[in-house]
């Protein structure tokens, strides 16, 4: 794996962020973590780890080497003026440090958007955001991702009354072409193989049931190949995701939110690692929200924190660390 340490957001400070870290840092040895650094308000950090996990702040992400085996590293931000600036400092900190190179990559905990809102926070989520500090040349795509199967929704929060339209040939070529850049790039995939799923039933079954597969999906998945990239499809959804289906693509590319996110939430419910592609970083993050209803009790699940962290690691050891645009 990549020899720099992985930027571990604190995430929302009412959260289960900090607590996920905490754990993740018990079981390194059993899930054999890459060194992480967890980024955040020291007091905040401080108020909410267990006692049996010792902490150490450091100053320069390359001594996080020397200490993960005992302590959990911790990078202090310092206080903000309020939770909001807490949590958007850990972030904008990651950032910094990825695209210095002094991080491998940035794992992000969770974060309560509405909280952030409220303190006029801009942007829709943590994907624009990122997208934002980076400098991301083209739009940011999210691909959410488990050992048997990674899937990109071309359309992600919005009424399923309003996918048809969103839905354009631009859109469509700039989220394949991106999913084949991140394959190839961060996940060490040669030449990948990438799935697109119809918008209908049946995809369309030859307009019988809607034409977009004919009028927008195959003429672009055409175009795609004859460039040399290896697109297939469009396929009908309900037979593109069991297992022989899954053996025959690195990554299906879905026409709207729940296409993609039902199968591997069906596959693999706890261990599920979003992937912001696009970006000149590595980015990964738990596949949940920040359970302020479970906050403070010691019964949050680590599975999908530990994934994304082991997830960035095999990523940044394919790609190294050098900001790519």
């Known amino acids: 794996m990549t020899a720099k340490p992985l930027a571990l957001s604190m995430g929302d400070p009412k959260g289960i962020g900090i607590e996920l870290a905490a754990k993740a840092w018990l079981d390194r040895e059993k899930e054999r973590l890459h060194p992480f650094v967890l980024i955040g308000n020291r007091a905040l950090i401080d108020q909410q780890l267990p006692a049996n996990v010792p902490y150490q702040v450091i100053s320069q992400m390359e001594e996080a080497q020397g200490v993960f085996e005992g302590v959990l590293p911790v990078y202090d931000t310092g206080v903000g003026v309020n939770l909001a600036e807490d949590t958007l400092k850990a972030i904008k900190q990651g950032v910094d440090l990825c695209l210095s190179g002094d991080a491998g990559a940035l794992v992000t905990n969770p974060i309560q958007k509405k909280r952030l809102y409220d303190q006029g926070f801009q942007h829709p989520g943590h994907t624009e955001y990122l997208a934002e500090l980076t400098g991301a040349p083209g739009k940011a795509v999210m691909m959410l991702a488990c050992r048997e199967l990674k899937v990109v929704p071309a359309t992600i929060h919005i009424a399923l009354e309003d996918v048809p339209a969103s839905l354009t040939k631009d859109l469509l070529r700039q989220v394949i072409r991106t999913t084949h850049h991140d394959l190839t790039r961060k996940f060490g995939i040669a030449s990948p193989v990438i799935a697109v799923a119809g918008l209908n039933p049946h995809a369309g079954e030859e307009g019988s049931m809607g034409a977009q597969e004919i009028n927008l999906i195959k003429p672009l998945i055409e175009e795609l190949n004859t460039d040399g990239l290896r697109v297939n499809g469009p396929a009908p959804a309900d037979s593109l995701f069991h297992a022989d289906a899954r053996a025959k693509y690195d990554a299906a590319v879905c026409m709207y939110h729940d296409q993609a996110l039902i199968p591997i939430k ?32 010691g019964i949050a699940n680590p599975s999908s924190l530990i994934a994304a962290l082991q997830m960035a690691g095999e990523m940044a050891s394919h790609k190294g660390h050098n900001p790519d645009g």
């Open 266 to 297: 069906t596959i693999d419910f706890h261990r599920g690692v979003n992937v912001t592609l696009g970006l000149p970083i590595i980015r990964t993050s738990p596949d949940h929200g920040t359970a302020d209803d479970i906050a403070g009790k």
